[in-house]
């Protein structure tokens, strides 16, 4: 981050600012000290984006580092991948100054290890309820279980092989992408076609729906906006060797299919139950409405 810029950003009218640390490049903000020191000394609350959690778990300790406010994205971290589809649900964590804010009701340990919930005007200075502010309760279980069963080391760990993987990967693919940040990443990281773009006219949308001719199911593409044509691949911390070299050669393949034949890649996907979908109109026109399935798409009675 620029760090000149940013203090230029910051005024007597700063309330808060927001900082995603690993950033959505992948990459960590090794200055962020400057940064909160530079936001505390404006007046101003310093907000840490959870979002990249498991690239940091047992590395990094926001409040140590002087962040006020962290939400934890328990659908992102915790055994729920990234994109896995799932309900959210994300915890908010805030320095003792802020929790007579806090939503009420809160849960209240007692003096003798009981709970109770916090009785009506007990924090006069609660903003008060938040419509389902507590996320879904089976996605909290299951992170809660999983930190339990992992203890601190085994979240180090968990850290550790989610960083090596996406590394790992990032190296396979800089001969074949553009990689824009030469540096080590941390969970996630960026490669771009956008020189694939401009010697054979194939997308990274066209580079993703033939990924699914391969079986994989493609990453994220065309986020962050600062990045032509960009990919944003994240593997989980779970993968073996076995699946990020598949998933390298498959991004390979699909680059040498676009240099020899073009029309197959940006025609793709040919194998899938369905072939490629008007995604502007879906986004713009969603069709929301469920309708039970007939014919020979009924499922199989239990």
């Not at 960590?28 to 979002?51: C, I, K, N, P, S």
């Not at 729920?80 to 939503?103: K, W």
């Not at 390298?248 to 197959?264: C, H, Q, V």
């Not at 040919?270 to 798409?297: C, F, I, K, S, Y």
Request: glycine share 10%; charged share 20%; net charge neutral.
């Amino acid at each position: 981050m620029d760090i000149a810029a940013f203090r230029a950003a910051l005024g007597p009218t700063t309330a808060a600012i927001m900082i995603t640390n690993p950033s959505t490049l992948g990459l960590f903000e090794a200055r962020v000290g400057e940064l909160l020191e530079a936001t505390h000394a404006a007046g101003a609350l310093a907000y840490m984006d959870g979002a990249n959690l498991n690239a940091i778990m047992g590395r990094f300790r926001p409040g140590a580092a002087g962040f006020d406010v962290m939400h934890f994205n328990t659908h992102k971290t915790f055994s729920t991948p990234h994109g896995g589809g799932g309900p959210g649900a994300g915890p908010v964590g805030v320095r003792a100054n802020l929790v007579p804010f806090l939503p009420a009701p809160r849960v209240m340990r007692t003096g003798d290890g009981t709970y109770r919930l916090e009785g009506a005007g007990e924090r006069p200075t609660s903003i008060g309820r938040v419509r389902s502010f507590t996320g879904s309760t089976g996605v909290l279980v299951r992170a809660y279980a999983y930190i339990r069963a992992h203890g601190a080391s085994g979240l180090r760990e968990v850290s550790d092989d989610a960083v090596l993987a996406a590394n790992y990967l990032k190296h396979r693919l800089a001969g074949t992408y553009q990689v824009p940040f030469e540096r080590a990443c941390k969970h996630e990281f960026v490669a771009s076609a956008s020189d694939i773009k401009h010697r054979t006219g194939v997308r990274t949308l066209d580079i993703a729906k033939r990924l699914i001719d391969k079986g994989y199911h493609p990453p994220t593409i065309y986020f962050p906006l600062t990045v032509e044509e960009g990919m944003l691949i994240e593997p989980t911390e779970t993968e073996a060797l076995e699946t990020l070299d598949g998933f390298a050669d498959a991004l390979i393949e699909i680059a040498r299919e676009a240099e020899s034949n073009p029309d197959l890649v940006t025609g793709a996907p040919h194998d899938a139950p369905v072939r490629r979908l008007d995604e502007a109109t879906a986004a713009r026109q969603p069709n929301l409405r469920w309708r039970p399935m007939t014919g020979a798409a009924m499922p199989c009675p239990d």
